[in-house]
C-alpha cells in the first residue's frame, strides 16, 4: 500500500460547481497536510497548509484533514476555468521528514 | 521576493551521459529539496540539502547526487544517464528550521530528456 493514495481523475466539472479532492494515508504519524495546484509545464504551487486536525478555509478554498480516518479533502466552492490543473496532496510527519505526495488529480473546469 | 529559480529548463541527453541541474532558492532560506516527477509515479523525493549538508535522502540509486553551496544555491548530477530517468526535475526551497516543518516553495522545474 502506498503512505499517500489520490485519485488521478481526470476530473470534469461545469463552471459553478463544488469540487471535492481527497487523499488517503497510512501513516499516522503525519502531521503537517498541504495541497498544491500544478499548471501545465509549471511547478507546483501551495494553495493551503494545515497541522493536525480540522478545518481552513481561504477564500473558495477549504482543507479538512480527519486524522481518525486518515483522510484529507480540498473542497472549491464556485469553480472556475482558471482552477483547471493538477492538484497534490503532500504531507509529512514532525521533525525533519520530507514531504510525501500523492500522484494529483487532474480538474478540468468547463465554462 | 524573487522566487526559487532553476536553469536550465529544457535538457536532452542520451543515454550514457551526465548531467547537472542547477537551483537557486528564495533568498533567506536555507532548505533546498529535489523531486523528480513523472507521469507514472508522481513526486518523488530524491534530495534534501539544510546549511550545505545532506539531512534527507530518498530511495533513488548512486547515480543521482547533490550539493549545496555556502550560498544555498544547490546542484544536482545524474551520472549515466537511463531513459527512464526523462522526468521534470523541481527544486523546492523553505526556511526550515531544525524541528518544525516549512512550508516549501517550487521552482518550475527543469525538463531532462533521456533518449
Known amino acids: 500500500q502506498k503512505e499517500v493514495e489520490q485519485d488521478p481523475g481526470p476530473l470534469s466539472v461545469p463552471e459553478g460547481a463544488i469540487v471535492s479532492l481527497n487523499c488517503t494515508y497510512s501513516?499516522?504519524?503525519?502531521?503537517?497536510f498541504m495541497w498544491y495546484r500544478q499548471y501545465s509545464r509549471k511547478g507546483p504551487e501551495l494553495l493551503m497548509y494545515t497541522y493536525s486536525s480540522g478545518n481552513k478555509e481561504d477564500g473558495r478554498f477549504t482543507a479538512q484533514v480527519d486524522k481518525s480516518s486518515k483522510y484529507i479533502s480540498l473542497f472549491i466552492r464556485d469553480s472556475q476555468p482558471s482552477d483547471s490543473a493538477t492538484y497534490l496532496c503532500?504531507?509529512?510527519?514532525?521533525?525533519?521528514?520530507?514531504?510525501?505526495f500523492g500522484k494529483g488529480t487532474r480538474l478540468s473546469v468547463i465554462a | 521576493k524573487a522566487g526559487v529559480t532553476q536553469t536550465p529548463r529544457y535538457l536532452i541527453k542520451t543515454r550514457g551521459q551526465q548531467v547537472t541541474l542547477s537551483c537557486s532558492p528564495i533568498s533567506g532560506h536555507r532548505s533546498v529539496s529535489w523531486y523528480q516527477q513523472t507521469p507514472g509515479q508522481g513526486l518523488q523525493f530524491l534530495f534534501e540539502y539544510f546549511s550545505e549538508t545532506q539531512r534527507n535522502k530518498g530511495n533513488f540509486p548512486g547515480r543521482f547526487s547533490g550539493r549545496q553551496f555556502s550560498n544555498s544555491r544547490s546542484e544536482m548530477n545524474v551520472s549515466t544517464l537511463e531513459l527512464g530517468d526523462s522526468a521534470l526535475y523541481l527544486c523546492a526551497s523553505s526556511f526550515r528550521l531544525a524541528e518544525s516543518q516549512e512550508t516549501q516553495y517550487f521552482g518550475p522545474g527543469t525538463r531532462l530528456l533521456v533518449l
Open positions: 503532500a504531507m509529512s510527519g514532525v521533525g525533519n521528514t520530507p514531504l510525501v
Open positions: 501513516n499516522s504519524a503525519f502531521q503537517y
